[in-house]
């Protein structure tokens, strides 16, 4: 199947700063890209779409001025939490979507775990 | 609304029994797909089966089946001689086309805990 990667695979940071995680397919391009979190024992929670080239549609109850996310090209999308707190520590995972054999289902990456001190 | 209902939160099993993890979903949608995910410790979602809605055939994969009946919109997994790699969360999922891509629906996860 198709291969999405997330960098960083886990990140430490300490409260009040922001924190990157990358998303992207290695070989297919992307169209829409959608971020989720996931906290301990529970399911995945979409938290936002996007579309390569547009602004993100976050679902109810993200916060979209905490949670940035640029999808500025077809194979990368990226996700920061700024000025993360310690209720930000989850699982963040990406997925994507798009083009060839990635049309028609979501794939996956490998997700990030977010600790904040 | 799409919704997944996944009932069972926890199952233990003795390796080598067999286990049915059950999955209900609703959806006003006539073209859907519908998926079982795998996510061990490491936290990576292992991809184990997609059906679409107009293909109502069982599946069987090794020690994997799926049984996918629209009457009752269910689509349970089991895994039969169970092996202690097979402990692990299981999601269910539901996704239907808008706009061009799949948004994704998720049941909230059956652990599966085989012990040897």
């Known amino acids: 199947g198709a291969v999405v990667s997330q960098h960083p695979s886990w990140v430490i940071c300490k409260s009040g700063t922001s924190v990157k995680i990358e998303c992207r397919s290695l070989?297919?391009?992307?169209?829409?890209m959608f971020w989720y979190r996931q906290f301990p024992k529970q399911s995945l929670m979409l938290m936002a779409t996007?579309?390569?080239?547009?602004?993100?549609?976050?679902e109810q109850g993200v916060e979209k001025d905490k949670f940035l996310i640029n999808h500025a090209s077809l194979t990368l999308s990226t996700l920061t939490v700024t000025s993360a707190h310690p209720e930000d520590s989850s699982f963040y995972i990406c997925?994507?979507?798009?083009?060839?054999?990635?049309?028609?289902?979501?794939?996956f990456g490998p997700g990030t775990r977010l600790t904040v001190l | 609304a799409q919704k997944v209902t996944q009932a069972q939160t926890e199952i233990s099993v003795v390796e080598k029994e067999d286990v049915t993890l059950d999955c209900v979903y609703e959806?006003?949608?006539?073209?859907?797909?519908l998926f079982w995910y795998k996510q061990p410790p490491s936290g990576e979602l292992v991809f184990l089966i997609r059906?679409?809605?107009?293909?109502?055939q069982n599946e069987i994969s090794g020690r994997y089946s799926w049984n996918f009946q629209k009457s009752t919109s269910s689509f349970n997994f089991t895994i039969t001689a169970s092996q202690v790699v097979d402990s692990a969360v299981y999601f269910c999922?539901?996704?239907?086309?808008?706009?061009?891509?799949?948004?994704?629906?998720f049941g909230s996860g059956t652990k599966l805990n085989v012990k040897p």
């Open positions: 997925s994507a979507t798009g083009t060839g054999r990635a049309t028609d289902t979501q794939y």
């Open positions: 070989d297919f391009q992307a169209t829409t």
């Open positions: 996007s579309n390569e080239g547009s602004k993100a549609t976050y």
């Open positions: 959806t006003r949608d006539t073209t859907y797909y």
């Open positions: 059906r679409n809605s107009f293909d109502e």
């Open positions: 999922a539901l996704s239907d086309l808008i706009y061009n891509f799949n948004k994704f629906y």
